[in-house]
């Protein structure tokens, strides 16, 4: 997958509304309101930081942990 792929399913993710998505505050964040990280911005960090991870698996295993039930 290609970040622009990995960015724009992230979005989705964050888009629908069956989805638990939430902005985390981070203090090296202050371009963004309140400092609130975006969803889609931890999570490219995450997969930025640890190259190993296959983004597939990882959007694969993050649809399944936040999936409102």
């Not at 888009?15 to 309101?33: G, I, L, N, Q």
């Not at 990280?37 to 993050?62: D, G, M, Q, T, W």
């Amino acid at each position: 997958m290609t970040l622009e792929e990995v960015t724009s399913k992230l979005q989705s993710l964050q888009d629908d509304p069956t989805m638990m998505t939430v902005s985390k505050y981070s203090p090296t964040a202050p371009e963004w309101p309140d400092n609130q990280l975006p969803f889609v911005e931890i999570h490219l960090a995450y997969l930025r930081a640890h190259k190993l991870v296959n983004p597939i698996y990882y959007i694969s295993n993050l649809e399944l942990m936040i999936k409102k039930r």
